[in-house]
């Protein structure tokens, strides 16, 4: 999918031990493509553990070919965003948001979650949890009805709160200083 002006959305936060897998997975059968899905882990999630793990060591190939398959995994999407461990981006959109929102020192404007369009209030206390002990998965939708329909989704897997956004533009962003939320 394209993003671009008047960008819908929908997002969901879930407790740290919700199964991101079986979101995803969900999210795909309902029609919904990884490139339109960008995942935020905490850093103590089991996922940013393994990927802080990854290790290339040729006399340990199955333990390198277990860290290929992650990655390989989280390149799927649109983006994954795991503060203070990486970010992984196979979106053109996702990039030019994420990059802004997460490279960049803490603004009035926010960080990553607002550069995606979610409203600054909720933005900071979902950036708050994500950092802590939750996952938020947002999904790029063609419009309002699909972004209900990923709602109305995200709500059925357990969400712990949900919503959409539509009509916002990505916020072009100045160059990095500073630091940020990423490391």
Same mark, same amino acid.
């Given at each position: 999918?394209?993003?671009?002006?008047?960008?819908?959305?929908?997002?969901?936060?879930?407790?740290?031990?919700?199964?991101?897998?079986?979101? $995803?997975?969900?999210?795909?059968?309902?029609?919904?493509?990884?490139?339109?899905?960008?995942?935020?882990?905490?850093?103590?999630?089991?996922?940013?553990? %393994?990927?802080?793990?990854?290790?290339?060591?040729?006399?340990?190939?199955?333990?390198?070919?277990?860290?290929?398959? &992650?990655?390989?995994?989280?390149?799927?999407?649109?983006?994954?965003?795991?503060?203070? $461990?990486?970010?992984?981006?196979?979106?053109?959109?996702? &990039?030019?948001?994420?990059?802004?929102?997460?490279?960049?020192?803490?603004?009035?404007?926010?960080?990553?979650?607002?550069?995606?369009?979610?409203?600054?209030?909720?933005?900071?206390?979902? %950036?708050?949890?994500?950092?802590?002990?939750?996952?938020?998965?947002?999904?790029?939708?063609?419009?309002?009805?699909?972004?209900?329909?990923?709602? %109305?989704?995200?709500?059925?897997?357990?969400?712990?709160?949900?919503?959409?956004?539509?009509?916002? %533009?990505?916020?072009?962003?100045?160059?990095?200083?500073?630091?940020?939320?990423?490391?």
């Amino acid at each position: 999918m394209e993003l671009s002006q008047g960008k819908s959305a929908a997002y969901g936060i879930f407790p740290m031990d919700a199964r991101v897998e079986e979101v $995803v997975s969900s999210l795909n059968a309902a029609g919904f493509q990884s490139l339109d899905i960008c995942v935020f882990l905490p850093p103590a999630h089991p996922i940013a553990e %393994e990927v802080r793990t990854i290790k290339a060591v040729p006399h340990d190939l199955p333990a390198a070919t277990a860290g290929a398959r &992650l990655v390989a995994w989280l390149a799927t999407f649109g983006g994954v965003v795991i503060p203070g $461990v990486g970010l992984f981006v196979g979106s053109r959109e996702f &990039l030019k948001a994420l990059a802004c929102g997460a490279c960049q020192p803490r603004t009035s404007s926010g960080g990553p979650l607002a550069k995606l369009g979610i409203p600054l209030d909720a933005a900071a206390r979902f %950036e708050a949890r994500v950092l802590q002990d939750a996952s938020l998965i947002f999904v790029a939708c063609d419009g309002s009805a699909q972004s209900e329909w990923a709602r %109305e989704i995200l709500r059925l897997l357990r969400a712990e709160e949900v919503d959409a956004v539509t009509g916002f %533009e990505y916020e072009i962003c100045n160059k990095p200083s500073g630091s940020a939320w990423l490391i």
